[in-house]
Structure formats: C-alpha cells, structure tokens
C-alpha cells in the first residue's frame, strides 16, 4: 500500500470529491494565526462553515505556531470547545 501524506493536491482531489456531497457532522474548532497567510489569503470561518455544521473558529494574536506563541489564549479556545 501506496503512503500518502496530506498536500494541496491530494487534499484538493479529495475535498472537490467530497464538495456538496458529505459534511462533517461532529463540532469542528479552527485555530489560526490572525496575521498568518490563513487570515490574510482566506475567509476561514466561510470555508469551514460550509462543510461542517457544527463550526467553531477563531483568529489567534500569534504566528505560525500558535500553541508555543499563544498559549494562554489557545488553551482557552481549546477547553471552551471542550467543555461543551
């Protein structure tokens, strides 16, 4: 069996199979960095919405690596998500 590894073209391939034909069902939490490329490039909560039907997401004051960058304010989006 072929490893495959999650890339733009391979995730692409996969969401536009899956496009308008299966959402996620369980609650999503997006985290991203609020002056990273996501924010700048993308509508994070417009995309994510559209897939899944529980959505959760919101920008982080930090760069790439949220968790080392910001870990205060993304252990508190976490155990707010989780709590519920």
Request: proline content about 6%; charged content about 25%.
């Amino acid at each position: 069996m072929k490893n495959t590894r999650a890339a733009a073209t391979l995730d692409f391939q996969h969401d536009e199979a899956d496009r308008g034909q299966r959402r996620i069902s369980c609650p999503v939490l997006a985290l991203w960095s609020a002056t990273g490329a996501v924010a700048s490039w993308y509508d994070p909560v417009q995309i994510w919405r559209a897939w899944a039907d529980d959505f959760r997401g919101f920008p982080v004051s930090a760069g790439h690596f949220l968790p080392e960058e910001a870990p205060e304010e993304t252990t508190a989006h976490l155990l707010s998500f989780l709590a519920e």
